[in-house]
């Protein structure tokens, strides 16, 4: 292997990486989300603070493959069906948000500032459109992406991706250059028809047969090679044609969306999703020039108002016409309100064609860089307010209930187990949860779910808790103390009181609770999952049996010993598989036990 050459790309592969795994975790633990920890990565190798990076304009160039990528795992996730269900949030409130946006923005520019209209309809379109690889990105973060709320916006995005054609359209309609040196805007919609009818073709007809072929062969690599074949071969059509490369690679996900090799290659093309897309994101803030904005600091605020306070109004209220509560209406405005990655290629088209100066043209540029830095930080303010403020809430409150022998506080993974075994045996039971999103999307499913904070006396007794049999705590994580038990005890002395523990360290902590039963969230099923583990090492069921009993006999032992002394580390001795710890280690502060099944570590079982 030679050892000399350019060896640039190697260095700025170990500054990436290394600037991502330095300030990425800190932001992840400080829950302002990866994404921005992304783009402050990017800002401090960039060439605007250290310089370690001196070309983000390339970076950026490779890095838009991650959302093409991205588009592709959404669209295998959207069968066409379900696509033909969303029509109407994609061509009616999608195509309604770009034009109310870019005509608002226009107006908002023209009002303010001192640009031509024809500049500031061009500048007000682009900024209509948001940024799809950072907004998607945020709602895989928070689990949001198949919800009611997350469909909307998908929807949204895929008509500002469709609007992209009009778009240059426009702009090219109204670029001051010769028209023999611009492209025929209309050429682009006959080649929009063709490029996408061809993908839908070879979606159809040609992909099942390729990859069975592939599959046929039991060959990984080839597996692997072909997945991303369907992805470039997709996004390059769209792009010899002029067009949205993340709208072809979309279209092709849609179309495999119904192939028994969905999950297969959503999973060989996840790893490079992620990879890429966090380099588009450190790209992004590479190319936050920081001297423009301490330049100019009046006129970026002056944009970045006028674009995030004119989106997320507009947004918030046209969601609103079209059937969300008000919630999900700031909320959708919220993630909807930044400038997207397309308005810098309208913008470099808009300072070709001579309508906007090369000045404005990067002080736009850094304003919708700042709206998409800012985005992150919008988004979980008003998630955290809209979920505080019930008066915000179109869910129903529990005074409508009809007292039923059982009520249910948290609605989750959990609570919905236990209320079909009380619905089994035809026990009517009261649900309460503080989760809009969740209580909307039970009501999909024809469950009657009211809103609530089931830790409340006032909201237990209008719930019908006096003349109730049963109040179960399904709530996630830690949420019931002693205190609390003792409050509602004194209020309803005829309640059985039972609780989903969070986790070894909850349940010590209830152990002289007034309550009636507790019972540890994970380990029911982790047990079962150990049985099926020794099933399948070839263990006789018989000596599984015996294994059981034996561990749950140790356990309970194990747990008074706990619960006695108040120490985690009590009955280790009754655990298999312990190795000898030095005589003076101790455990120190141990927040939460290892059979929690969240991402923390440093837990004990």
Not at 19 to 27: G, H, K, S, T
Request: glycine share 10%.
């Amino acid at each position: 292997m030679a050892v000399g050459g350019d060896s640039t790309l190697l260095r700025d592969g170990v500054v990436y990486l290394a600037a991502a795994v330095a300030v990425v975790p800190l932001f992840h633990r400080l829950k302002l989300g990866s994404v921005l920890g992304y783009l402050v990565a990017g800002m401090i190798i960039g060439p605007h603070l250290l310089g370690l990076v001196t070309d983000p304009e390339a970076t950026l160039g490779f890095a838009e493959f991650g959302v093409v990528l991205l588009l592709f795992v959404i669209g295998l996730e959207l069968r066409p069906k379900r696509l033909w269900d969303l029509r109407y949030d994609i061509f009616g409130l999608g195509s309604a948000q770009v034009l109310l946006c870019g005509f608002a923005i226009t107006g908002a520019l023209l009002l303010t500032t001192i640009f031509t209209w024809q500049a500031a309809l061009v500048i007000g379109l682009a900024l209509a459109l948001s940024s799809t690889a950072l907004d998607v990105q945020i709602l895989r973060d928070q689990g949001k992406i198949n919800t009611p709320l997350g469909q909307r916006i998908i929807s949204i995005h895929l008509m500002q991706d469709l609007a992209i054609v009009p778009l240059l359209i426009v702009t090219t309609a109204l670029s001051r250059t010769p028209v023999s040196e611009s492209p025929e805007g209309w050429e682009l919609v006959w080649k929009s028809f063709v490029a996408i009818g061809a993908l839908v073709l070879a979606g159809r007809f040609l992909v099942n047969p390729l990859f069975r072929l592939i599959a046929q062969t039991g060959t990984r690599e080839v597996f692997v090679i072909g997945a991303l074949l369907m992805v470039v071969g997709s996004a390059f059509l769209m792009a010899s044609f002029g067009l949205s490369m993340a709208l072809g690679a979309f279209i092709a996900g849609v179309m495999l969306a119904d192939s028994p090799y969905r999950h297969e290659v959503e999973a060989d093309i996840d790893p490079f999703r992620g990879l890429l897309l966090g380099l588009f994101f450190m790209a992004v803030g590479m190319m936050l020039d920081l001297s423009i904005i301490l330049k100019e600091p009046a006129r970026i605020l002056l944009y970045v108002t006028i674009l995030i306070g004119v989106k997320f109004t507009v947004i918030a209220l046209l969601t609103r016409l079209f059937g969300s509560n008000w919630r999900d209406a700031a909320l959708t405005g919220v993630h909807l309100a930044q400038g997207g990655e397309f308005a810098f290629v309208v913008l470099t088209a808009a300072e070709s064609g001579l309508l906007l100066a090369s000045e404005a043209s990067s002080l736009f540029a850094a304003a919708v860089t700042v709206s998409m830095a800012l985005t992150p930080l919008l988004i979980a303010g008003v998630d955290r307010l809209v979920e505080r403020d019930s008066e915000d809430h179109d869910a129903e409150g529990p005074e409508t209930a009809e007292n039923a022998p059982a009520i249910i506080v948290g609605y989750g993974r959990f609570g919905q187990t236990v209320n079909q075994l009380l619905a089994a045996r035809g026990i009517p039971v009261t649900l309460i949860d503080r989760k809009p999103g969740q209580i909307e999307l039970s009501g999909k499913f024809g469950r009657k779910v009211y809103y609530g904070d089931g830790t409340r006396l006032d909201v237990l007794r209008i719930a019908g808790a006096e003349e109730a049999q049963l109040l179960i705590y399904c709530n996630d994580r830690q949420q019931i103390t002693n205190e609390m038990l003792g409050i509602v005890r004194r209020a309803f002395p005829n309640l059985k009181v039972l609780i989903r523990a969070f986790d070894r360290r909850h349940v010590m902590q209830l152990a002289n609770a007034d309550c009636d039963t507790v019972v540890r969230e994970v380990h029911e099923s982790a047990v079962l999952m150990g049985r099926a583990a020794l099933k399948a090492a070839d263990v006789d069921d018989e000596t599984i049996d015996e294994i059981e009993a034996e561990y749950r006999e140790r356990d309970s032992e194990r747990l008074a010993l706990q619960i006695a002394s108040g120490d985690l580390r009590a009955g280790l001795d009754l655990t298999y598989g312990t190795y000898p710890l030095p005589a003076n280690e101790g455990l120190g502060e141990i927040p939460y036990a290892l059979d929690d099944d969240s991402p923390r570590s440093g837990h004990i079982a």
